[in-house]
């Protein structure tokens, strides 16, 4: 195996295939010493992670939080809504700030879409994005691949199925970058409104507005958050409408594969994107993500935290 | 003052030639070979290229409002040391240029200073806000030709029309920035492949052609002059070329990025806000389109559209930075080395889209050639010799330039207006 010489995890388009195998392995590891009775390595000792969230995500920033003490890092949290960064000081001016107290790694959730790849001109630490606007979600993704390895054992070859608001979501993004680098195809699904322009041409895309067509060739099924307030932007006229189309509900449950796994990043808006009569099917495997997720936090911190560049 | 210019190439629009040029602060007094040595200072010019001063129809120099950016003196010498000598400047400030004492205020200001001369763009309709006509009679008093609303579009059909209606009583030239605001949105770069794989918010070309077309549309039902500012894409290049050719009274312009940066640039950049312009960059197809449009003709004059922007709000999010970036003092050296270099134009070329035919569009008779009794406005530059663009070198107080590092042709050694050197050397 390769070693790790990537200073920052910016993004599944900056991650060659053995990097992301590297993720994955160092994860596996970690989710091994999660299961003991003592569940804290020396890993990062007297290392100092700052999670930068200029954006509120209290499940992301406390997967990072309990991943880096996991480690034994020291974890500073600075949460800095929008409001505060209109009042005059950008996202710069904070991270110049914190960086003042030295930090080894900086996780950093923002609002902008692709405004971390210049960020190390203002800090040495090594940056971990933890979604970065409509950009990216790097660590969601790995930990979607790492879910998916340890069911189906391969990466490889699988039809991968996006359901939902991909325009909007990073998530999608970085799972279609994920999974092409493994020679999988994605599938997007989802009303036209939804989906970015040329989005066929991004390279291991396909694009369907017809759930009912494509549901049952899917290995594993991503649904992705509805965010209500769409519906004010004109990009679907009614949640009912949307739910009739493009809903996993009972129905098409029993459509899909036998061995299909069905994903979601969280939070569920339940009877939105999964009917809740099948709550019981789909949430315990949602729930494993969020443990793999821990896993897959730590490696990625590990992975950083102690490359020799 | 006198002042003689000694074995230069002069570069008409339609002749190159060489020769002396004697001028005083009023008027060009002879251009000849071996005119005497009579004048107060003598500029040897052999192996140099001379120019009438060059005309920028679209530059932003925040003042009043945001003097900290650029103010009137900075942006004269951002303008001499580009060669400008006569620059034209948008109402998108604070308080807008929507009066006549304010528009008057900026003339005496370019008086007093004596550097270039600043002519203000009154704006077309109150505040800008596109509701209401300003008092056009009393801002062409105040001294402005061209009325602009720029960096807003006039979305109001029927108010644009009544502006293109009434401009025509005071000669005055209608500006139009060409943006479908609702289709345009919150986006901060073409919409494409890049914004798509980046999740950044987007602008479709078309938000610029859909309201090329309308303005033009409305320019011909009404048999109007209108002007399209900074044109950027390969369909506004086409809706303006089968408007020329159908002789409807549309000119245009665009600005140097369009001929030289694209949308792969914003990506390889990583997103520096410095790229981000309005209307934004586009793709080759559009820069191809651009330059054969300056090669034939459809587009008549580059201007800068200079828009200096402080440190701290182009540190921002490339997604939520204010648009565009400072131009006056690259604008020439690009022309050189992305049109006259590949042949897009020829040296006649740079006088013609710099200079005459921005003259032409104002009915500046004695302006944008050298010439007995033409208008004493020079440009002398060394075309083969190169510099590097640095924040350092630039005279705007704004540093803002996606040109930073590059290596440009061509070199401004002097700029004379009105009989007086406004800038000298190469101190880059
Ligand atoms: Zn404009």
Redesign the pocket.
């Known amino acids: 195996m390769k070693e790790w010489t990537k200073q920052h995890i910016l993004g599944i388009k900056d991650l060659s295939r053995d990097e992301i195998e590297l993720v994955l392995s160092q994860a596996q590891a970690f989710k091994e010493i999660s299961q003991r009775e003592v569940k804290k390595v020396p890993a990062l000792r007297g290392k100092t992670v700052l999670n930068l969230f200029f954006e509120n995500s209290t499940r992301t920033r406390t997967s990072f939080e309990l991943a880096a003490k996991r480690l034994s890092a020291d974890v500073i949290n600075f949460s800095s809504s929008t409001s505060s960064l209109s009042k005059g000081e950008s996202a710069v001016d904070t991270v110049k700030t914190l960086n003042a107290y030295h930090p080894d790694i900086m996780v950093v959730r923002s609002v902008s879409s692709a405004c971390l790849y210049d960020f190390d001109k203002y800090t040495q630490a090594s940056i971990v994005n933890a979604g970065d606007g409509q950009n990216e979600h790097p660590t969601q993704a790995l930990l979607d691949m790492f879910t998916v390895k340890e069911i189906k054992g391969t990466l490889e070859g699988l039809n991968v199925l996006i359901v939902g608001d991909i325009r909007h979501s990073r998530v999608a993004r970085s799972n279609i970058f994920a999974f092409h680098k493994f020679s999988s195809q994605t599938t997007v699904c989802a009303p036209p409104t939804f989906i970015p322009y040329e989005f066929d041409k991004l390279g291991g895309v396909e694009v369907s507005y017809d759930l009912d067509e494509v549901i049952g060739k899917a290995d594993v099924i991503i649904m992705l958050r509805i965010q209500q307030e769409r519906q004010n932007s004109s990009f679907f006229p009614t949640i009912r409408e949307y739910v009739d189309k493009f809903a996993l509900t009972g129905a098409r449950l029993a459509k899909i594969k036998k061995d299909c796994i069905v994903l979601h990043p969280g939070p569920v808006n339940w009877d939105v994107e999964i009917s809740s009569a099948i709550k019981d099917k789909v949430h315990p495997l949602i729930l494993k993500q969020v443990e793999n997720g821990l896993a897959i936090r730590m490696a990625c911190l590990y992975l950083v935290g102690t490359n020799k560049r | 003052m006198k002042i003689l210019i000694k074995n230069g190439t002069i570069v008409n629009a339609d002749k190159i030639f060489e020769g002396d040029i004697l001028l005083s602060n009023s008027k060009i007094i002879s251009v000849g070979k071996n005119i005497p040595e009579s004048a107060d200072k003598v500029i040897d010019a052999k192996g140099k290229h001379v120019f009438p001063g060059f005309i920028d129809l679209?530059v932003h120099l925040r003042t009043p409002g945001r003097e900290d950016e650029e103010d009137f003196l900075s942006g004269s010498k951002a303008a001499a040391a580009g060669g400008f000598t006569k620059i034209f400047c948008?109402p998108?400030t604070n308080p807008a240029i929507d009066a006549e004492s304010i528009a008057q205020w900026i003339i005496d200001e370019s008086l007093r200073l004596g550097v270039v001369d600043i002519y203000p763009i009154g704006a077309i309709t109150k505040g800008r806000e596109g509701k209401e006509l300003t008092e056009f009679s009393a801002l062409k008093r105040a001294g402005c030709l061209m009325l602009?609303d720029?960096?807003?579009s006039v979305s109001d059909s029927l108010l644009l029309r009544r502006a293109l209606e009434y401009s025509q009583m005071e000669n005055l030239l209608i500006v139009s920035?060409c943006?479908d605001i609702r289709l345009s949105g919150k986006g901060a770069m073409r919409e494409g492949v890049i914004s798509s794989k980046y999740g950044i918010r987007a602008v479709p070309d078309i938000a610029e052609s859909l309201i090329v077309a309308r303005d033009i549309e409305l320019a011909k039902y009404l048999n109007k002059r209108i002007h399209i500012?900074?044109v950027s894409t390969a369909k506004s290049v086409e809706i303006i070329e089968r408007a020329k050719k159908q002789g409807v009274k549309v000119t245009a312009e665009t600005a140097p990025h369009y001929f030289t940066l694209t949308v792969a640039d914003v990506e390889k950049s990583k997103f520096n806000s410095n790229f981000k312009v309005?209307?934004p960059l586009g793709d080759d197809k559009d820069v191809a389109a651009i330059k054969q449009a300056l090669g034939k003709g459809v587009i008549d004059c580059i201007a800068t559209?200079h828009a200096p922007h402080s440190q701290a709000e182009k540190e921002l999010p490339f997604d939520v930075a204010p648009f565009g970036f400072i131009g006056l003092e690259t604008a020439f050296s690009l022309t050189c080395t992305y049109l006259v270099k590949n042949k897009v134009i020829d040296l006649g070329g740079v006088t013609e889209k710099l200079s005459a035919n921005p003259a032409k569009i104002l009915g500046f008779k004695q302006c944008g050639k050298i010439e007995k009794d033409a208008d004493p406005s020079i440009v002398i530059a060394d075309l083969n010799k190169k510099w590097r663009v640095s924040a350092a070198g630039f005279h705007s107080k704004s540093k803002n330039s996606p040109f930073l590092g590059e290596e440009l042709l061509g070199v401004i050694e002097y700029t004379i207006h009105k009989g007086k050197v406004v800038y000298s050397g190469s101190n880059r």
Request: charged letters at 20%; zero cysteines.
């Open positions: 679209h948008m998108n602009s720029d960096g807003a920035h943006e500012a900074h309005n209307p559209d």
